[in-house]
């Protein structure tokens, strides 16, 4: 008993310092686990948020369905004719084509009879058609423009009732811009050519009219 009471208080002493020091291990352990977790999960986010390169397009190079447009017979019978060099950068349009219902127009054969009508020409150019395309279907073609003028033919042509009575081609109808491309000498050349028709029925040449990448792969062929 003396002995035990003479190395009690040495033994609990060394005790707590042992069960101390087992604490303060566990406890600079997890703190390092934590820190290599952290470094390890930042490593992991930055390689995520790399970009691929192989993700990115190369500077320059054409969508694929604008490589088969620019390979298509259509397009090279069509690439160095000046008319069609001419259109593709046609300031009017250009600006028509931000509209789809235009590269829809554009592939309608209805349209493409009637825009080699002469007649129509001089219509769309007349300062009194848009004021026309303007009123409601039955007081359009109701109007004297049509009833009572050098125009009154046209109501009897099938291809003309039908477009009056769509509305896409009526907003179109309602611009300047749609006036001044109608009644150009480029258009006018295009329009009544079979390859010109063939290339503006292809969906991947509307979509590309739509981007605006047409007028730019139409000047580099231009210039080999």
């Not at 209805?110 to 300062?127: I, P, T």
């Not at 009154?152 to 042509?157: K, P, T, Y």
Request: glycine residues 6%.
């Amino acid at each position: 008993m003396t002995f035990l009471r003479k190395w009690r208080f040495p033994i609990l002493i060394g005790s707590g310092l042992i069960a101390a020091g087992v604490l303060i291990y566990l406890s600079e352990t997890h703190v390092s686990t934590d820190k290599t977790q952290g470094a390890i999960g930042k490593r992991d986010v930055y390689r995520d948020g790399q970009v691929n390169s192989a993700d990115v397009a190369t500077p320059g190079s054409a969508p694929v369905a604008t490589e088969a447009i620019l390979e298509s017979s259509e397009f090279k019978s069509l690439a160095k004719n000046q008319a069609f060099q001419e259109l593709m950068k046609d300031q009017s349009f250009l600006q028509l084509t931000k509209d789809g219902s235009f590269a829809q127009l554009l592939s309608d054969k209805s349209f493409q009879d009637l825009a080699r009508n002469s007649m129509f020409a001089e219509l769309v150019k007349s300062g009194s058609f848009q004021e026309v395309m303007r009123l409601d279907l039955q007081s359009r073609m109701k109007s004297e423009l049509f009833r009572e003028s050098q125009f009154s033919g046209l109501v009897h042509n099938e291809a003309f009732s039908r477009l009056m009575k769509d509305e896409s081609f009526a907003r179109l109808a309602r611009t300047e811009a749609f006036a001044s491309l109608v009644s150009s000498g480029s258009f006018q050349n295009m329009i009544r050519s079979d390859s010109f028709a063939r290339l503006v029925s292809d969906a991947s040449f509307q979509r590309a009219l739509e981007s605006g990448s047409m007028a730019r792969l139409t000047f580099g062929s231009s210039r080999q």
